[in-house]
């Protein structure tokens, strides 16, 4: 894909989200656009950063490595990790990622904090929430968050700084990014990753800080 398609892309993407922005009836702050790179190639990644993007997704740690662990000396940007965290992987994710969007889980809370207390550098974390409370998806269930969120604002303070999540497919997302963005102001978090390619627009209405966009922007994987 020449590099002028994920430019003309990024331009259209950050104009609908600045649109998106200024029609919210409440003022947030700005929206950062994690640009969702997995199943890529670095090819894409240099082009994205080339026309101006600065925050990365990845759902596979061994993937978002080999794409970006070269890269730390060249360019500066921010990659997160969006994608279910095994706990044997997250010394690795913690040292490789600025921010791990999917802590979902106590077991993985648990060995973050071990590895953090013997000296591994801590990302900013976002609890996942399963929103839609659906058996496939990964995300602590609803009827646990406030539980889970509490006890993890306790362990990691102000590194635990918001909430993620996925609303069901082929729903109304409208709803679900409702109930995320209260859980948020509940907990007083700041930070609501929510909106994909398909929806972005509408979960900025419902405040989202952070649109994790793939398709749009790199094309179908
Ligand atoms: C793949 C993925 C995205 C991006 O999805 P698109 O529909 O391609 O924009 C966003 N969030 C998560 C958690 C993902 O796994």
Do not use: W
């Not at 591994?120 to 659906?134: A, F, S, T």
């Not at 993620?164 to 978090?189: C, N």
């Not at 390619?197 to 952070?210: N, P, R, V, W, Y």
């Amino acid at each position: 894909m020449p590099d002028t398609t994920i430019a003309d892309r990024l331009a259209g993407i950050r104009a609908l989200i600045d649109k998106a922005a200024r029609e919210r009836a409440v003022q947030g702050p700005e929206v950062t656009l994690v640009a969702v790179s997995k199943t890529h190639g670095q090819d894409a990644v240099l082009a994205a950063m080339a026309a101006g993007a600065t925050h990365f997704g990845e759902n596979r740690v061994q993937e978002a490595a080999a794409k970006f662990s070269d890269l730390r000396a060249s360019h500066d940007f921010r990659l997160h990790l969006i994608g279910g965290l095994q706990t044997n992987k997250a010394a690795e994710a913690m040292a490789l990622c600025d921010m791990i969007e999917s802590l979902d889980r106590p077991k993985l809370a648990v060995a973050i904090e071990t590895l953090a207390v013997r000296g591994v550098r801590l990302p900013d974390l976002l609890v996942q929430v399963n929103i839609g409370d659906e058996p496939q998806k990964s995300g602590i269930p609803t009827h646990e968050a406030d539980r889970f969120i509490g006890e993890s604002i306790a362990r990691f303070g102000p590194k635990l700084c918001g909430l993620m999540a996925i609303p069901p497919a082929g729903l109304d997302p409208t709803p679900y990014f409702q109930a995320l963005a209260r859980l948020a102001d509940k907990h007083r978090l700041a930070v609501r990753s929510m909106g994909m390619s398909a929806d972005f627009e509408i979960a900025i209405a419902q405040g989202a800080t952070h649109v994790r966009v793939g398709s749009a922007l790199f094309g179908a994987r």
